[in-house]
């Protein structure tokens, strides 16, 4: 069985910042390449960033620079830091493998930036 555990969303003003987390039972999760992903509403759930086991990171244009990825593989838990957030960056966020498992994605966590 995998749970995942996410931090609250929230609400969140245009040019604020917000803090993500993501949780996950399984040691796999703390190994392997990991991302977070996001889905609008009538959008496709698009990869934002990923962090290999390693550390390398890797963003979508649309976040570059605005976005951190990081990881604490004791915790088996990824974060991701939004600043300068956006009201095209809400969005339903989840955390999953880089190669995504259909039964990793979990409730997600809302994120709502008001203009």
């Known amino acids: 069985q995998v749970q995942l555990v996410y931090s609250v969303g929230g609400l969140v003003q245009a040019g604020g910042s917000l803090r993500l987390s993501c949780a996950a039972s399984g040691r796999s999760f703390s190994t392997s390449a990991v991302g977070w992903y996001r889905q609008a509403p009538g959008k496709q759930r698009d990869l934002v960033a990923h962090i290999t086991w390693g550390g390398n990171r890797n963003y979508a244009d649309s976040v570059r620079g605005r976005f951190t990825i990081s990881r604490d593989n004791t915790k088996n838990t990824v974060y991701l830091q939004m600043n300068s957030l956006k009201p095209e960056d809400t969005a339903v966020y989840y955390c999953?493998?880089?190669?995504?498992?259909?039964?990793?994605w979990g409730q997600g966590t809302q994120v709502t930036v008001s203009s």
């Open positions: 999953n493998f880089l190669v995504p498992r259909n039964d990793f």
